[in-house]
């Protein structure tokens, strides 16, 4: 208690026992790949293309900007701000090996130099595809692993990849279930490659769509929440590498690759939301995103708790506090259910926080969440009106008495 030595009205501010949870950001994509200018090895965050073109442009040659022959990343952020990206990260390698693309964990290099930077919420690398350019498909699978394995231990992030170039559906299949038997929730697949305008030549060039496609995943964040299924068209591409028919979409969706698509009157779109998960619980990307976005807001919203008296006033507190925001989470769409309990459970207590728990300088929180899940099929039930049934129904109703 404060001293006072004087007669008079003092004012004092009480800090509230509740600490209102707020939601993170979840539209904070990082990339790693190559340029001809800029730091290497060392993350900066870029909030429009213009910074990225600034810092890493070619200085030998003023006319390329930050466009490198051979090299992805200048079109992988290009395409991420044309189609709604905001923020970003850029991790600019020495080169294409596969050594110096997944990083150094010593050096802190490459793509583990992301892992300090808690924001980040997806990560795409699309230089590696320079090594499928070069036939090391073993390399680049081998690599997208690394970056998979990185986005399950960071546990706030998913992983955007890119099926190597020049392939048809068919060849996408066969290197998805013979080589990149990927399986995680944690990672999303798209297929083709897109075509645009190459600043180099002034010619069509196919490149990877990763960029493109996390752009998409922010304007349909900024425009709709995480609960959507981010399937909106794709900005700044001139075409497809390969047009992707109706079988194939399903045989691809099936494999868990995303396709993008050309449908008339409504331009390229990407047609797919599913993960490369095989447990059915962690299908679809909007799922695996909202969870990721409530476990990292909670996570960050109870940071106070820690070396707070573990009793149950801690536990009340703390319960009230994630039932607050999984509440306003449920109202704002990103939760199934008519009601609040069928949308999520809290339990911290007693029996979540036994003697030995608390011994162990633990305290345990049990959250349960029910996420919306997209609808992939529209179906339309039709029913056809036999030839002589209209004039029954008219009789009968001409024959009703006044």
Not at 103 to 115: F, H, K, M, Y
Request: with cysteine.
């Amino acid at each position: 208690m404060p001293t006072y030595l004087s007669p008079g009205v003092y004012v004092e501010e009480v800090p509230s026992s509740s600490k209102p949870i707020e939601g993170v950001g979840t539209s904070i994509a990082a990339f790693v790949g190559l340029a001809p200018g800029g730091p290497v090895n060392t993350p900066f965050r870029v909030s429009r293309w213009g910074q990225f073109a600034k810092v890493c442009r070619d200085s030998t040659g003023p006319d390329n900007g930050p466009f490198m022959e051979g090299a992805f990343l200048a079109h992988a952020v290009r395409g991420f701000f044309d189609n709604g990206g905001s923020r970003c990260w850029v991790v600019r390698v020495g080169g294409s090996t596969p050594r110096e693309l997944g990083g150094d964990v010593e050096e802190r290099s490459g793509l583990i130099s992301l892992a300090a930077i808690d924001e980040v919420t997806m990560v795409c690398m699309p230089d590696a595809m320079t090594l499928a350019a070069a036939g090391d498909v073993g390399e680049v699978t081998a690599l997208q692993g690394k970056l998979i394995a990185h986005c399950e231990n960071a546990g706030n992030r998913m992983a955007i990849l890119d099926c190597p170039p020049r392939l048809s559906p068919r060849e996408v299949l066969d290197w998805r279930t013979s080589g990149a038997g990927y399986d995680s929730s944690n990672a999303a697949l798209y297929y083709p490659w897109l075509e645009v305008a190459n600043p180099l030549t002034d010619r069509p060039l196919l490149v990877p769509p990763s960029g493109h496609v996390a752009g998409v995943w922010c304007r349909t964040d900024a425009g709709y929440g995480v609960p959507r299924a981010p399937t909106e068209g794709v900005l700044g591409v001139a075409g497809l590498g390969f047009d992707v028919v109706e079988n194939d979409q399903a045989e691809l969706a099936e494999a868990g690759v995303n396709s993008i698509r050309a449908f008339p009157r409504q331009g390229i779109r990407v047609w797919g939301a599913r993960t490369l998960s095989s447990d059915p619980e962690w299908r679809y990307v909007p799922v695996r995103r909202v969870f990721l976005h409530l476990a990292s807001s909670i996570d960050q919203g109870t940071r106070w708790t820690v070396f707070e008296p573990n009793d149950e006033r801690l536990w009340k507190v703390l319960r009230e506090q994630v039932e607050h925001f999984l509440d306003r989470s449920w109202r704002d769409g990103a939760l199934a259910g008519e009601s609040a309990n069928d949308a999520y459970y809290v339990k911290c207590d007693a029996e979540t926080n036994p003697p030995d728990v608390i011994e162990a300088g633990q305290v345990v929180c049990e959250i349960g969440i029910a996420p919306v899940k997209p609808g992939e099929f529209a179906i339309l039930r039709l029913s056809r009106i036999a030839a002589d049934a209209r004039p029954q129904r008219e009789s009968a109703a001409t024959s009703r008495p006044a």
